[in-house]
């Protein structure tokens, strides 16, 4: 009796042991997140992704949502999550966490479209080009990466474009190579380094951004026409914001309008004067436009600098409709300057026909939403209220 009596005992604490282990397995499965390769758990979430959200055995639950500029995410049932900063696997945790609703929820977070993490270092560098951005790195790490100087530093002058090219930092080389921080700053993704020669009897004019052939050219001693330059490196790209280029002369950065220079970029007549030492940056379009709501492929379009898309196109670059759309109550979000927002009604059975005239046209920082049909309304959308605050959360993001 003796021993069958520890036998029991020892037989059950084998049972609890299997159960508490088990309930342990189950929980680490809650947010799907092993499933995942490596580099995909850890990759760090940033604005612009794009993400694709699945719930285990919930369909309708799937989402394709976008990182906003002030770092969160729309998703239905949870809300706005806070996403920048966390890595793949973070943020399912996160979002399984917040539905309560659903027992042991399974959620698998997929990154479709990355945000580009690229630094450039032009000019007079032995190694000029594009290099992976890591974190913490400073101006003197990417100068570095690119092997150094071509130069010594009494004669090499650095300029820092940061924010997309809205932004120009010129900086002391020698003071950056004593290595104070306060004079050797943190660099973004998307920043571009410069790097030229002093010599004044090196005439060069260096040409950065979305041109074909950036770099540096030698120019004569009464300098370069822009219109003549732009020739020289190829033109612009289809990524480049005309509108918005900027020359830089003598520690002055001024914005230009280079569609005022007209088709033809050979004819020189009034076109302005770049001299040796001077930069002229193209930076890249940041024109854009929002797509959400009942759309394949929800997301943040570019358009032509300076131009305008028709709901068609915008339309097209989100892969069309979904099959719970309500296209006939589609609306463009628009806000003014002054912070307002103003509706535009869309119906797309008419867009789609053919028969409405003129196919409404959307601009840059519009938000183009598709609403959900509404189940047993016979066919009447409606506007869910996550759909609106997203929609209305996204066009104040632009």
């Keep these: 009796m003796f021993n069958n009596a520890r036998f029991t005992i020892l037989l059950r604490g084998i049972v609890l042991l299997a159960c508490v282990a088990a309930a342990a397995l189950s929980g680490a499965r809650i947010a799907n997140a092993d499933d995942l390769p490596a580099a995909q758990a850890a990759y760090v979430i940033s604005v612009d992704d794009v993400l694709s959200i699945t719930i285990y055995n919930h369909a309708e639950m799937t989402a394709d949502v976008i990182v906003l500029p002030d770092g969160t995410i729309n998703y239905p049932v949870v809300g706005t999550i806070r996403a920048e900063g966390l890595t793949v696997e973070e943020l399912s945790r996160k979002i399984a966490s917040g539905l309560t609703t659903i027992n042991r929820p ?45 130069q010594e530093p009494g004669l090499t002058q650095v300029t820092l474009v940061a924010d997309s090219g809205t932004k120009t930092v010129p900086l002391d080389f ?36 979305e041109v074909i052939k950036p770099g540096l050219y030698t120019v004569s001693s009464e300098g370069v026409t822009v219109r003549s330059m732009l020739s020289i490196v190829g033109g612009p790209t289809l990524h480049a914001a005309m509108s918005r280029a900027q020359i830089m002369h003598a520690g002055v950065t001024r914005t230009v309008d280079l569609h005022e220079l007209g088709q033809n970029i050979g004819e020189d007549a009034g076109s302005e004067i770049l001299y040796a030492g001077d930069v002229l940056n193209v930076p890249v379009n940041q024109a854009k436009i929002a797509v959400i709501g009942e759309v394949k492929a929800a ?46 009604a869309v119906d797309l059975n008419k867009v789609l026909q053919g028969s409405q005239t003129g196919d409404a046209q959307i601009q840059a920082g519009d938000v183009f939403f598709v609403p959900t049909r509404k189940k047993g309304s016979g066919g009447a959308g409606i506007f869910t209220g996550v759909g609106v605050a997203a929609a209305l959360k996204t066009l104040f993001a632009f």
């Design 106 to 150: 399974r959620v698998t977070v997929f990154v479709k479209q990355s945000r580009p993490r690229k630094i450039s270092v032009l000019g007079a560098v032995r190694a000029t080009g594009q290099y992976d951005w890591k974190p913490g790195w400073r101006v003197l790490d990417a100068i570095a990466a690119c092997g150094g100087a071509a």
């Design 299 to 344: 997301g943040v379009f570019e358009i032509p600098d300076g131009q305008k898309v028709s709901v068609l196109s915008a339309l097209a670059e989100a892969g069309g409709c979904t099959p719970d759309a309500e296209r006939g109550q589609a609306t463009i979000l628009r806000k003014s300057p002054d912070g307002q927002v103003t509706q535009v």
């Design 174 to 209: 020698n003071r950056l190579m004593k290595g104070g921080l306060a004079d050797n700053p943190e660099l973004q993704p998307g920043d571009v380094i410069l790097v030229q020669q002093k010599d004044p009897s090196i005439a060069q004019v260096q040409v950065v951004g």
